[in-house]
């Protein structure tokens, strides 16, 4: 016959708003856990706190360059030539700054391929060194943590060094060596713990190395540190000295179209990035200057060459003229022909000079160019007026052709001449003002106050990530725990009603503590819930598991249940021993039988022996009688499991074990068997098939979906079918269900005690 009010507690599915049980539980997850929460964000928090105060800060310097969009001329003077017209676009300016020929020669001029640092103990060592800074005006400083002596290798505040000279061989470059301070300015160098160079500071200290094929170079100009102190040395390659520079510094146009750029370098030495930006632009400036002056002395040194051959060509044509007239006298020409005359001359004065304006830019550019193309084009279009001004010449008398053709020698000689000593002239005044197109505007100056670290920001950043990381601890330890937490959900998926809920106890443990202590044993202490702390939520659970158990057996075959779970550790003792003093409670006679005979324990809780209990009574060695304790704190009886017998599973097999049972059956108003595990043994299995309801302990949280059922299983293959589940061990803030239980235990324990 089917029980009404189990069908009735299988078929229940509560309704539920399925946002607001997300929700709930996302709350109820994160406050389970609020001290994993709490402990991350702590420790991050402190970490981001160490990081701000104990991150060496990072200075940053700035300085301004402007780039004209014009050359500078001199007032009065007239633009040359194209050759100087416009400058170099803001971005190629920018690439120029940064290129290897600025930076390249800043890094040497400033040693800035040569790191020194003092050594300093890991982490912390820097930040103490700091609280120990050397008294100028003494020569020797000593801590008393130099005094340990394997500290005395760390530096601990003061301690300097200047190296004028340092050239280390190529095999050598981007090592770390360590320098080690001595007595009175003595120094070593010391490379993979051997010793390869020695000297006085002040000296210029040079030694072949033979290992690494090269001479070490050093010259040390102030050494001030402890006797044994060690530094980190390093001498970089031009490359990475490069790279390294260049990632710290920052060069870009302030606003679009103004040329102005502006030029950042971080350091942690404010002095040095000052430095090292003002030499930055010193250098760009002087490079740019000379590359102006560069060019006006390449086209005055083409132009002095060709002054003596057209001064010659000049001088020549003037004589041939004289010559020629004297033989032959004075020609007068009409208006046309001088008007013929003067245009040759025109045209052919342009044509020389392009022709030497060609001859200059092929002395920088190749044939092919843009500008020397057209030039070449110019220059064939006058070369055809030429010819045809020469073939009106022609048509006159051969006295005539003669004498024009020697005076437009003369003037085109003339005028190339002048021309170019013009320019000359004119070039050297160039020469002699050259300025370039980049000025400096501000210098870089040294900066007050860090930009880094950004102590507020770093804290608030790591305080967020603390929470956030705690958050997802919680999360990611929830998705690796596949054990079943939700009451309703094991309804669901496995289809067996969850009888009752218990609320993870407290005051167990304390109880659990006291099982094996003298002092509790000697004054008889109950260590049963039940009886010690009878308003415990726990026991209230059980009170209502009773109500629910007493309709379930209303047409039970018999009055014994089983109690029994998947695994060890579920607290199915617990739930039995408590079950069977609250039973008892109501009036009834109650039976507890420990049947686990592999680990059974309930003895314990008893304060009774295990010897002479129920596996005396199945090998027929003793009657029930006498392995029945009374025990009067908890008005139950009790059968311990007696010895535990090598072979359980075989001893509960016989016969005997069924008709043990048949006969207390009419003697208790309830008889609760504790089993072992089903998982572990067949123990269960066996015990089942003479009761009439079996119940599973689970605890939540420690059991997989595929667990369950595969304990459900294993009581179906021996014709058992699980009455209900206890579900215990819920904490108060673990989930929904049990918060809210807790919450009507606690207004019904309430009304009670003022009852």
């Not at 090292?276 to 632009?281: D, Q, R, S």
């Not at 400036?285 to 040194?301: D, R, W």
């Not at 939520?537 to 047409?555: G, M, N, P, Q």
Request: avoid cysteine; proline fraction near 4%.
């Amino acid at each position: 016959m089917i029980d009404p009010g189990a069908k009735k507690l299988a078929e229940f599915q509560p309704a539920r708003d399925d946002a607001e049980i997300d929700l709930v539980e996302f709350l109820a997850i994160l406050i389970d856990g609020k001290w994993i929460i709490l402990w991350a964000t702590s420790l991050i928090f402190l970490l981001g706190v160490a990081k701000a105060f104990l991150d060496e800060p990072i200075y940053k310097a700035d300085a301004i360059l402007q780039v004209d969009d014009k050359p500078k001329i001199l007032v009065g003077m007239k633009q040359l030539d194209d050759t100087y017209q416009g400058s170099l676009p803001v971005l190629a300016e920018v690439e120029l700054i940064k290129s290897r020929k600025v930076l390249g020669e800043a890094i040497k001029n400033l040693n800035l391929d040569i790191e020194v640092r003092p050594k300093y103990f890991p982490i912390i060592g820097k930040t103490i060194a700091s609280q120990f800074q050397k008294n100028p005006n003494e020569s020797q400083s000593k801590s008393s943590l130099s005094d340990v002596s394997f500290l005395a290798q760390y530096a601990w505040g003061g301690e300097s060094i200047q190296i004028d000279t340092l050239s280390i061989p190529k095999s050598l470059r981007d090592k770390e060596l360590l320098l080690q301070a001595g007595e009175q300015g003595y120094f070593q160098i010391i490379y993979d713990e051997q010793i390869i160079l020695d000297g006085m500071v002040g000296e210029l200290v040079s030694k072949p190395i033979q290992q690494v094929e090269g001479a070490f170079a050093i010259r040390i100009t102030g050494l001030e540190a402890n006797p044994g102190t060690h530094f980190m040395l390093k001498q970089f390659s031009e490359n990475k000295a490069i790279n390294l520079l260049k990632g710290n510094l920052s060069v870009a146009e302030k606003n679009k179209l103004t040329g102005i750029l502006e030029l950042t370098l971080e350091s942690k030495n404010p002095e040095m990035a000052v430095s090292v930006l003002n030499e930055i632009a010193s250098i760009y400036v002087q490079q740019n200057v000379e590359h102006k002056y560069a060019e006006a002395h390449q086209t005055l040194e083409f132009l002095e060459e060709q002054l003596p051959i057209l001064q010659k060509r000049k001088d020549e044509a003037i004589n041939a003229l004289n010559n020629y007239k004297n033989k032959k006298g004075s020609i007068d020409f009409n208006t046309e022909t001088n008007n013929v005359l003067s245009d040759l001359v025109n045209l052919q004065t342009q044509t020389t000079l392009l022709e030497h304006r060609r001859d200059e830019l092929r002395q920088t550019f190749t044939q092919s160019h843009p500008n020397i193309i057209a030039i070449d084009k110019q220059i064939a279009r006058l070369k055809a007026q030429i010819q045809s001004r020469d073939n009106m010449i022609k048509a006159l008398p051969e006295t005539q052709q003669v004498i024009l053709g020697l005076s437009g020698d003369v003037k085109i000689s003339s005028n190339l001449y002048n021309t170019l000593f013009d320019k000359a002239q004119a070039l050297r005044v160039t020469k002699a003002g050259t300025v370039g197109d980049v000025r400096v505007i501000d210098y870089a100056i040294v900066p007050n106050t860090p930009i880094k670290p950004k102590k507020e920001l770093i804290i608030a950043i790591a305080l967020v990530i603390g929470f956030i990381f705690g958050i997802a601890i919680v999360f990611i330890r929830k998705m690796l725990r596949r054990g079943m937490e939700d009451p309703d959900l094991i309804e669901k998926q496995l289809n067996v009603p969850v009888y009752a809920t218990i609320i993870y106890s407290k005051n167990q443990e304390i109880l659990n503590k006291k099982i094996d202590k003298p002092s509790a044993r000697q004054n008889n202490e109950s260590l049963l819930l039940a009886k010690s702390y009878s308003e415990d939520s726990a026991i209230e659970s059980l009170r209502s598991f009773r109500t629910t158990l007493h309709f379930s057996l209303l047409d039970a075959k018999n009055n014994i249940i089983l109690i029994s779970g998947p695994g060890p550790n579920v607290g199915k003792s617990f739930v039995s021993a408590n079950l069977a003093a609250v039973v008892a409670d109501s009036g009834k006679k109650v039976l507890l039988i420990d049947a686990d005979l592999r680990r059974g324990a309930i003895h314990k809780l008893l304060r009774v022996k295990r010897e002479r209990g129920l596996s005396e009574i199945i090998l027929n060695s003793i009657s029930i009688k006498e392995a029945t304790h009374s025990i009067p704190v908890a008005n139950i009886d009790f059968i311990a499991t007696g010895t535990l017998p090598p072979n359980p599973s075989e001893l509960l097999l016989h016969e005997r074990f069924g008709v043990f049972l048949e006969a207390l059956t009419p003697q208790y108003d309830l008889i609760i068997v504790d089993s072992p595990p089903i998982l572990a043994a067949t123990d269960a299995a066996i015990i089942s098939r003479f009761v009439s309801a079996t119940f599973m302990v689970i605890k939540a949280g420690l059991h997989t979906r595929r667990e369950l059922d595969q304990s459900i299983k294993r009581f179906s293959q021996s014709g058992t079918n699980i009455k209900g589940i206890v579900f215990n061990g819920i904490l108060e803030t673990s989930s929904r269900y049990g918060y809210n239980y807790n919450k009507y235990v606690y207004q019904y324990s309430y009304k009670n005690t003022k009852r």
